[in-house]
């Protein structure tokens, strides 16, 4: 019992820390400003993770859908004038909908072929923002995104008010992500990534479930990618990229591929820390390219994995009289 | 009306011929043994029952419903369930955990119901959670439902998978090979297990390599060889078959010859 | 007439330098089952490294060739035992997330060692022959044979010697070739010396004409990728003639409909295709 509270209490002050910390950089737009993008980069990883860490399938297209939301926003409000919530809205459908006939497609084809195919599809996403000049202003980007019209008398011309606009976004995300992975549909999904063949014979449409797991998947890139826009307010096809996606991964795997917690832990750390090496951003591969190698041989399932499984070492070690045949568990094989 | 009928079932892949025309009838609530040499084709055989495989040729009726053609997810809907030669469980979660998805066909719980926790879902998780304490407790693994299955021996695996595919609520149970890889005493316990399921009104079908077990278990047992069926009928009448013990090695102990096979073992 | 001709004989280049690309791709993924996605690592370095021995020492263009083949092979071999052998038991998602980390490292390495700026490679065929009535540079004539003659020699090392049978054997059957006594570590490090090399090949080959640049690798491994899906994973064979008829429709493409859209005619036709087969053109119907 003393656990429950326990986790339940590092959640409200992570919650009241998010809440309180413009307060303390009140002064600090850039801080705000990075604290934002990385909620919203949170949103998209928790997107890609409930896809990849808890349905098994990786799709390196998610930066595309990331894209679609983005663009969409932008031109809906650039070009067709609407009101940001309607185009945010909108976007988050366009997204849905785009993702559900590309992963109608997509999800025929399985493991390798589903990744290459996806990456594929992705890097066309990117080429058609780039050529479709038009309607997406090509390499020269979408600028002049308004920012979200006022709910009332809430406005969102500081960048506190958008720090909790995306706040409100990201916890929404947490708490649907939170919710789908502790249901049946939860399960469901843990069942198709542990063994496919294995779900079937227990009477789990697979296609249909894979399916739905990308739709919600690419919805939360679609809705992250609209409050990218609305924030930055300006978009060029590089949001569409390859390496967009990369970092997508790579956040969700050193923060924890299949934790309810490693999205958040992973981009927040990758963000302050792109940060803090800002002067050296065209390496920062150097560094983070081996680390990501590293963690996926020495540390499959991430940070927040790690400390789980060093967790449940140590209580499994106190109730050894209970259990007769303890071994130590596996790191590897985590995702089957 | 038979229980599950099979006719003229022959499946190719390219130029081999796995299961070669075959004929078969299972009867309810009955024990029902296919035996065979590696590569005999008896995995095969429940593949294309399941819906893993779709047959080259042939026709397969469930309660007299033709079955043929339908996709997994259906067919264990309808009552057929089964376990694979290797397990396949998710190692790193508790065995209850792994048991409870087995009842997921039978709740209605949507996308919707999980994100707004709605009544239908908190009452279909405690169904589940439910039904997975009952199998548990059914295969004898109570004690055990809080450990990872990493952490339990392969006899227990073996009773989980068991318990997972009572979990769905099965009209008939295919159990690939349960008792390989596991102990005579353990052995013995699986046969105890089967009998209890047969006389809790699941039909059984089992693929066995140990013959003495099967000669005490099965009500009938069928012979493929190369495919083909070779034989069918009572234990004895097949311990006794002209054509079995010819196949086993011209003469052969057919109990001796199968057990000689039993090491490899090959996935789905 | 002419300008069909050109494009032909375009196409035959673009062809052959994804063909080289694509057969170090589908070699390793017959026999490690890893589709690498580091492969765009091997071809940017192989390009580099031809260039910078042929800067630092004024050695010939062959010579600085074979260094770069010595170079990219052994960096194949170290990837598959540092970072893909390690793996080789996790589940199929952690293998391409390693690969993306090396990608990701090498870009930023070569960009570290000699930045972001276009390069030039001066090969010695650079004077242009009349070719059938079509005037295209030697370097153009010189990706084709040597494509044609690095073909031979591999297809030749596959069937003739024991290595080769190796491979080959472990690409059609994993487990039935551990059973037989093949070396699995050694196939693995000798498949990726191979395909280290090919990258390499095609890498130094194509620069003369497409420059050296740290993001040269991105869209040829793609399209390498199209190729080794249309031609089947693990088919050299298929891997040839998709790779011709890859580069063949994207020179033809670009000249008949939108070069702006040349690109993206490989990627649909790839999405058309696996729209249709799942699996690939010429997969075979097992699983
Ligand atoms: N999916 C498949 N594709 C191709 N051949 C297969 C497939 N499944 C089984 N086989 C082949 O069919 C034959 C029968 O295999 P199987 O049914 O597994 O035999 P058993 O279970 O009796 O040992 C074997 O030769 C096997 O290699
Ligand atoms: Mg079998």
Known sequence: MGKIFNQRNIIILLILFALVFPLIYADNRYVLHVMTIGFIFTISVYGMNILAGYTGQLSLAHAGFFAIGAYSVGILTTQGGLNFWLALLLAVLITCATGFVLGLIALRTKTHFFAIYTLIVGYLIYLLIDKWDGLTGGIRGLIGIPIPDPIGPITFESATSMYYLVLFFLLLAIFVAVRIVHSLTGRTYIAIRNSEDLAQTLGINTTMNKLVSFVISVAFAGLAGGLYAALTRFIGPDVASTHMVFNFLMYLIVGGIGTLSGPLVGTMLFIWFEQFLKSYQEYHMLIFGPILVFMVIFFPSGITGGFYKLKMKFQSAKNQKNVRHIKSIPVKSTKE | ?268 | MDLFLQQFFNGLTLGSVYTLVAIGLTLVFGILHIPNFAHGALYLIGGYVTLMVMKGTGAHYFVAIFASIIVVALLGILMERLVFNPLRNSPPIHDKIAAIGLVLFFEALVQLVWGTEYLRMFSPFDNNISVAGVLMTSQRILVIVVAFVVVVLLTLFLKKTMMGASIIAMAQNREGAFLVGINANAVAMMTFAISGALAAIAASLAAPINLVFPSMGHLVILKAFVVVIIGGMGSIPGAIVAGLILGMTESMGATYISNDYKDMIAFLLLVVIMTIRPKGLFAKGVH
């Open chain 2, 1 to 268: 009306m038979a229980f599950i009928q099979l006719k003229g079932i022959t499946k190719k892949f390219g130029g081999l011929t796995a299961v070669d025309n075959v004929d078969f009838e299972i009867e309810q609530g009955k024990i029902t043994a296919i035996i065979g040499p590696n590569g005999a084709g008896k995995s095969t055989f429940f593949n294309l029952i399941n819906g893993f495989h779709k047959p080259t040729s042939g026709t397969i009726l469930f309660e007299g419903k033709d079955i043929t053609n339908t996709p997994v997810h259906i067919g264990a809907r309808l009552g057929i369930a089964r376990t694979f030669q290797t397990t396949h469980l998710f190692e790193q979660a508790t065995v209850i955990d792994n048991v409870i998805v087995g009842h997921r066909l039978r709740t209605k719980s949507k996308l919707y119901d999980a994100i707004f926790r709605t009544r239908r879902e908190k009452q279909e998780e405690q169904i589940a959670y439910q039904k997975a304490l009952e199998v548990l407790d059914f295969v004898g693994l109570t004690h055990m439902a809080k450990a990872p299955v990493s952490t339990i021996p392969q006899e227990a695996k073996k009773r989980v998978a068991i318990a997972l595919a009572l979990a769905t609520d099965p009209k008939v149970m295919f159990l690939d090979e349960p008792a390989a890889g596991i102990n005579p005493d353990e052995t013995e316990g699986l046969s105890q297990l089967m009998k209890k399921l047969a006389a809790s009104g699941i039909t059984i079908c089992t693929i066995e390599h140990k013959m003495q077990m099967i000669m005490g278990l099965a009500d009938k047992i069928m012979v493929l060889n190369h495919g083909a069926k070779i034989a069918e009928g009572t234990p004895t009448e097949i311990k006794n078959n002209p054509i079995v013990i010819e196949a086993y090695l011209g003469g052969g102990d057919p109990v001796a010859e199968v057990n000689r096979h039993h090491s490899e073992v090959r996935g789905v």
